[in-house]
T-cell receptor, first 116, second 111 residues
Framework: EAGVTQFPSHSVIEKGQTVTLRCDPI?????LYWYRRVMGKEIKFLLH????????ESGMPNNRFLAERTGGTYSTLKVQPAELEDSGVYFC??????????????FGPGTRLLVL | RKEVEQDPGPFNVPEGATVAFNCTYS??????FFWYRQDCRKEPKLLMS???SGNEDGRFTAQLNRASQYISLLIRDSKLSDSATYLC????????????FGRGTQLTVWP
């Protein structure tokens, strides 16, 4: 079974430009999460989709970040305009529930974003 | 105060050693607890969930103390392949699904 995939793996852009990150979750997973790790800090939650609906977007840093999940399959995270402090690794995760109802999140390899 | 606090290490131990990592969480409403493993420049992967009764998976033992808001991970008979960063992760019932991460503890096992 294919895991969570993310594209691109790396992106280097200049301040003020726009970047769009894509995440393809594991097939059949309704929950999709975006997280970010800024250098030297812990991984932090950005937002959570259940199918195509935003369940929780309280972790989004500001209105320069826009996430979508049209059709409840893949998701995109757009940063417009990018700022220096947006540099970091952006992880996507999707989740399933085991027979005990415990949720397990599976992470994609991440997109390394560098804003110059 | 951070949601999850970990000793960043690094821990450098020889093969065969036993090593223990500790983690504390600040929110008493935390509901689920995990240890994730992250290899260099890779994604986090679930190592094991942590239950109140404690649980063991091969060489790995996890313990949870809700009263002290403390989680531990014990690795016995360390292997070279155990070298990685170990992330302490919790969830809250009020923010369904959202994971709160510690900064991670770096482990290097040397031959």
């Amino acid at each position: 079974e294919a895991g969570v995939t993310q594209f691109p793996s790396h992106s280097v852009i200049e301040k003020g430009q726009t970047v769009t990150l894509r995440c393809d979750p594991i097939s059949g997973h309704d929950n999709l999460y975006w997280y970010r790790r800024v250098m030297g800090k812990e991984i932090k939650f950005l937002l959570h989709f259940v199918k195509e609906s935003k369940q929780d977007e309280s972790g989004m840093p500001n209105n320069r970040f826009l996430a979508e999940r049209t059709g409840g399959t893949y998701s995109t995270l757009k940063v417009q305009p990018a700022e220096l402090e947006d540099s970091g690794v952006y992880f996507c995760a999707s989740s399933s529930y085991d027979r005990l109802g415990q949720e397990t999140q599976y992470f994609g390899p991440g997109t390394r974003l560098l804003v110059l | 105060r951070k949601e999850v606090e970990q000793d960043p290490g690094p821990f450098n131990v020889p093969e065969g050693a036993t090593v223990a990592f500790n983690c504390t969480y600040s929110n008493s409403a935390s509901q689920s607890f995990f240890w994730y493993r992250q290899d260099c420049r890779k994604e986090p992967k679930l190592l094991m969930s942590v239950y109140s009764s404690g649980n063991e998976d091969g060489r790995f033992t996890a313990q949870l103390n809700r009263a002290s808001q403390y989680i531990s991970l014990l690795i016995r008979d360390s292997k070279l392949s155990d070298s990685a960063t170990y992330l302490c992760v919790v969830t809250r019932g009020s923010t369904l699904g959202r994971l709160y991460f510690g900064r991670g503890t770096q482990l290097t096992v040397w031959p």
